[in-house]
């Protein structure tokens, strides 16, 4: 997991909290939005929530797109050190838990039925959405300033 995360905070080096929040695309999303989402929609949700069984992170699910608005007095740091924290808190379950044991908890109420069943399908679904996410904010940080964290030569 550390190979696909490690991107996701490295193509944001040096960009101040202006461009963090700075929406480049029609959709309107912004690098900021996209970290807290991953920390949230996705490490948390993965991890803590469907294969831990966290039971107070699963009252708090909601099955919108709150992860991706970032509150206005919500400092840029706060939001990538919480990304941070829940990858590490992710490895932790990650560790604790057999590959091919059974998820402790899935909200069928906000999804339906599950379509991952062990810890190796969530990694895997987890490593290719960061991996596709780390791309967008590798795009994203183009158009912001003309760098790349991804140079294929």
Known sequence: ?????RPVLGVLDG???EALRRPVLPSGWH?????????LDVER???RAVVAGDEEIIRGLTS???AWNVAPKTLA?????GYRQEAALSDAVITSTPADGVLGRWPHDLFGEPHLHTLRDV???VITETACHAGHLDAARELIDDRRWLVLT
């Open 123 to 125: 990694l895997s679904h």
């Open 45 to 47: 949700f993965w991890f």
């Open 1 to 5: 997991m550390a190979g696909q995360r």
């Open 64 to 66: 919108g797109d709150e």
């Open 31 to 39: 690098c900021l939005g996209l970290v807290q989402h991953l920390a």
């Open 77 to 81: 740091v706060d939001v990538l050190d």
């Open 15 to 17: 960009l101040d909290a």
